[in-house]
């Protein structure tokens, strides 16, 4: 049981690590201007993409920006959504590179929203769940089996998140780089940016694997 708290510990770490770095990128790449604000730039990249029905909508926080399927929206925090440099402009790309994937049938992104009422119900309940499973291993698993199913669901869901933001990236630069938004080298700040951004998609799936395989243990243990 060391070696896995240990793999928590270092999970944990590393998760603060790539949130510190991506918040400093952003920091930096912020202090780059251009010529258009981040919802200018998401309403030229959805008029290039021939996407009229979704709304851009600014709302509070830092680094809140989505995009809603449900409602067809591409929600930009305050400071993208004002502001007129790289790192807004890579951001504001972004989502709305979600919402080209919607709006083309992106395999991806229809099978996360799939998973995304299962996910909602099951994050209510699955940490009573496991907690009680873990309880009552001896006396009553198939609770915690049944807890197990839930937190794959969240699990499957980080996943699956993975290639749905890489490719939303991917849609975001290749725009900006056919629309002339940034210049050579803001094009490699507004990758570097994104990138950064990736990994924290790619340590939620990794330390959401772990946490799976962790109970999963105490499952096969039981006896």
Partial sequence: ?????????????????????????????SQIPISMTGREIAAKMLHDHGIHDVTIVSVRGMLTDHYDPSKKTVNLSESVYNQANIAAAAVAAHECGHA????????????????????????????????????????????????????????????ITLPVEIDASRRALAWMKR?????????????????????????AAISALATLMYYILIYARRR
């Avoid at 949130?19 to 790449?29: D, E, G, N």
């Avoid at 919607?102 to 496991?130: G, M, N």
């Avoid at 050579?184 to 570097?192: I, L």
Wanted: charged share 10%; hydrophobic share 50%.
């Fill in 100 to 159: 080209v994937q919607h709006a083309t049938a992106y395999s991806w992104l229809q099978l996360r929203s799939r998973l995304v009422p299962i996910v909602s119900f099951t994050s209510r309940w699955v940490q009573w769940v496991l907690l009680a499973g873990i309880i009552l291993v001896q006396t009553f698993p198939q609770l915690l089996l049944a807890g197990i199913i839930m937190f794959a669901a969240s699990t499957l869901f980080s996943l």
């Fill in 179 to 203: 629309s002339n938004i940034s210049t050579e080298v803001n094009q490699q700040y507004a990758k570097d940016a994104l990138k950064s951004a990736a990994y924290t998609y790619v340590v």
């Fill in 1 to 29: 049981m060391i070696g896995v708290y240990t793999l928590f510990g270092l999970i944990t770490l590393l998760s603060y690590l790539v949130s510190a770095r991506l918040k400093q990128k952003f920091r930096k790449y």
